[in-house]
């Protein structure tokens, strides 16, 4: 789409590693000029955390994130549509926050809602324990509920 770009390397990326990305686009005669430093992960080692959505009956997609409050790097997020199991596949070990809502106007964006004129928020759903994740353990059999 216009507002998004996925960038796939031809070659595999090497763990414990510093790569430079240049991102160089020309808008209405106007070049841009992009360099973002990023890192890959320490090691091999991934993890997998699944589980449903229960009661998933509306038509409106639900968005899962992983996140962490100090590294918005590591964060994952799936979209779902009709499936009611979601799974993350590959998660680098770390400590992450659970969050899901109903995306009701289809933007990808949690909407907060409005006091006036009032609109309540998009429902959510917030796993109120940090997950942890190392060692060996994967997180699965995690229920979202929206009421």
Not at 17 to 29: L, P
Not at 47 to 63: H, L
Not at 119 to 128: A, N, T
Request: aromatic share 18%; proline share 3%; charged share 25%.
């Amino acid at each position: 789409s216009d507002s998004l770009l996925e960038v796939i390397p031809a070659n595999k990326l090497d763990y414990s590693t510093v790569y430079k990305f240049n991102i160089s686009i020309k808008i209405n005669q106007k070049n841009i000029y992009k360099d973002i430093l990023f890192s890959t992960r320490q090691d091999n080692k991934s993890f997998r955390i699944s589980g449903e959505i229960r009661n998933m009956n509306n038509i409106n997609p639900v968005i899962i994130k992983l996140y962490d409050d100090t590294d918005p790097i590591n964060e994952y997020s799936i979209g779902l549509r009709s499936d009611s199991f979601f799974k993350f596949e590959d998660v680098s070990r770390w400590d992450y926050h659970l969050f899901a809502f109903i995306d009701e106007n289809g933007n990808n964006t949690f909407d907060k809602g409005t006091y006036f004129p009032f609109k309540p928020s998009e429902k959510f759903y917030f796993l109120d324990k940090l997950m942890k994740i190392s060692g060996k353990m994967n997180y699965e059999n995690i229920f979202i509920d929206f009421y």
